[in-house]
């Protein structure tokens, strides 16, 4: 990966409309398994849905790593059962010589086998994104950990879009964006397909759908969606068994069974399943700022 500082009239042309501030080395490119990123807002339960569809892609018998993407660390917790150590601190450790790590000091093994690894995050003020995610897939390559991979799964942290934790779009095939039904969840997701057609002009990288999340109904997320041209893949109301969940650092699939818990797991089942034979890709036109104010505004 590196750094560059371009003049004045170039910057922006290398992403489109996005940053150029971070770019991945192209030989870090993951190769073989099939590729997602999982962007939304802050809290909206990307860590949640992104493992239960690991747990489900597992289920499917496919070798299954998820790469959290988020200083808190805690993407991964629920499958393994802890807050595992992060990349970067793993590698301040060793005084950043990455030759003296081995894949056990950083990859620990979840529920149903899938592999966990939590990148981590530069401490508050300081560092890029960006930066740690290029060195979480530089020593996923290295110790060709890749390559015995099905799936792999970037949680990013919340809808932060500049270039450092745009940089999973770099590497992902497809980016699915969680939202609830809500004005502040749909406006959060509209800026977020606007940085996946930003960085699908210069990466393979393509829209996959929108996952609507602790919603009862998605009357609003449909409009929206109709408007700009994307379709929800998959749908999770608002359940206690999901909060309860997280409270017993457990994937739904290891809960108790329930007529309603079962309807979900099904979804995720379903998802998982479309995901992985799929190719769908969504060309969607994000709205201006002013204009979607105005689009989601109504009196009741």
């Known amino acids: 990966m590196t750094v560059i500082d371009l003049p004045r009239n170039l910057r922006g042309k290398l992403d489109g409309e996005g940053s150029v501030q971070v770019h991945q080395d192209p030989s870090l490119k993951i190769e073989g398994a099939k590729v997602f990123a999982i962007y939304g807002k802050g809290g909206i339960g990307k860590s949640t849905t992104s493992s239960n569809l690991s747990a489900a892609f597992s289920k499917l018998g496919k070798r299954v790593l998820q790469i959290g993407c988020d200083p808190k660390h805690d993407s991964t917790f629920t499958l393994t059962k802890s807050l595992i150590p992060t990349v ?4 301040e450790q060793v005084n950043f010589h990455s030759e003296e790590l081995r894949p056990e000091d ?9 592999m966990c690894v939590e990148a981590g995050g530069p401490p508050a003020g300081t560092g ?6 290029g060195q979480t897939v530089k020593l996923l390559k290295e110790h060709h950990l890749l390559e015995d991979t099905d799936v792999v799964i970037f949680d990013v942290l919340g809808d932060v879009v500049c270039g450092g934790f745009a940089a999973p779009l770099q590497h992902a095939e497809r980016a699915l964006i969680v939202t609830a039904n809500d004005f502040d969840s749909i406006f959060a997701m ?7 057609k930003a960085k699908s002009k210069n990466y393979d990288v393509r829209l996959g759908g929108v996952i609507a999340n602790r919603s009862e109904n998605t009357d609003e997320i449909d409009r929206f969606n109709a408007a700009i041209g994307i379709e929800r893949v998959a749908h999770f109301p608002m359940l206690d068994v999901i909060r309860r969940s997280r409270l017993k650092k457990s994937t739904l699939f290891e809960m108790d ?5 079962d309807k979900v797991l099904d979804e995720y089942m379903r998802l998982a399943a479309s995901l992985y034979i799929g190719n769908t890709e969504y060309s969607a036109t994000p709205m201006k700022d002013r204009d979607i104010f105005d689009f989601l505004g109504f009196d009741s």
């Open 106 to 114: 950083y990859v620990f093994e979840g529920y149903n086998g899938v």
């Open 257 to 261: 069974s329930s007529p309603e818990l």
């Open 190 to 196: 509209n800026r977020i397909v606007a940085a996946i």
């Open 88 to 91: 970067i601190d793993i590698l």
């Open 128 to 133: 890029c994104g960006g930066y740690v995610v």
